[in-house]
Nanobody, 125 residues
Framework: QVQLVESGGGLVQAGGSLRLSCAASGRSFTNYPMGWFRQAPGKERDRVAAISRSGDSTVYAGSVKGRFSISRDNAKNTVYLQMNSLKPEDTAVYYC??????????????????WGQGTQVTVSS
């Protein structure tokens, strides 16, 4: 089992940047592909980005491609989401998640096994 704690959310103006962090503890961090998801009020939880165990492979939702970047530091048991050129429609609670087995690039939230508590990101226009 792995425990996940997100940090770095906040209020930012459109066009600004934020960097989210997700610290993992418990079982070996390198066992888990990781993903970032977001959920706005009244909407489903959607995957924003995912990264393979080694960090060599990444994938992004079309709405954030070119603006967001996922990375991981396996020595620090941490995964990051760098968010640039933020838009009001990026406003949501952001969650990191760990996937215990299966394809690393799975899209569905149901494919992930462990979740953080979430961090609020609000982008003002």
């Amino acid at each position: 089992q792995v425990q996940l704690v997100e940090s770095g959310g906040g209020l930012v103006q459109a066009g600004g940047s934020l960097r989210l962090s997700c610290a993992a503890s418990g079982r070996s961090f390198t066992n888990y592909p990781m993903g970032w998801f977001r959920q706005a009020p009244g909407k489903e939880r959607d995957r924003v980005a995912a990264i393979s165990r080694s960090g060599d492979s990444t994938v992004y939702a079309g709405s954030v491609k070119g603006r967001f970047s996922i990375s991981r530091d396996n020595a620090k048991n941490t995964v990051y989401l760098q968010m640039n050129s933020l838009k009001p429609e990026d406003t949501a609670v952001y969650y990191c998640a760990a996937k215990d087995g299966g394809a690393w690039s799975a899209t569905s939230a149901r494919s992930y096994d462990y979740w953080g508590q979430g961090t609020q990101v609000t982008v003002s226009s």
